[in-house]
């Protein structure tokens, strides 16, 4: 049986699916400049899936689709960073047992934005 859209997380659900975001803040202490934000997400479901993309630091820049394994080529990879945007807040379908990677650039921030 396939729920809704995902917002919440819940360890208890039967549901499939991840979805993880990796700031590209670099170590405390660290003189090294930031990295892109990256986020994953998974389904494993039998269902497809609609994700809400988070805004994560900068809720005014649009995500980049890096790769997304249930597109058929040539819309299913990027690698040259030149995606399609997607805006944060909304909703990226994501069809059953694929996955999708989405970058951001960091907008020179600086762990003192942080």
Sequence with gaps: MCSSD?????????DRVLMCLIDGCPPPGSTEPFDDEMLLLF???????AFLLPAGDDPHTAWRLFFD???P??????PHGDGPPVRPLSRYPLVARSSACFHRPPRGRRRSDI
Excluded: H, I
Excluded at 43 to 49: F, K, P
């Design 43 to 49: 389904n494993a479901d039998e269902c497809d899936r």
């Design 69 to 71: 394994t249930g597109s």
């Design 73 to 78: 080529a040539p819309l299913d990879l990027f």
């Design 6 to 14: 995902l917002t919440v997380m819940d360890w208890r659900s039967s």
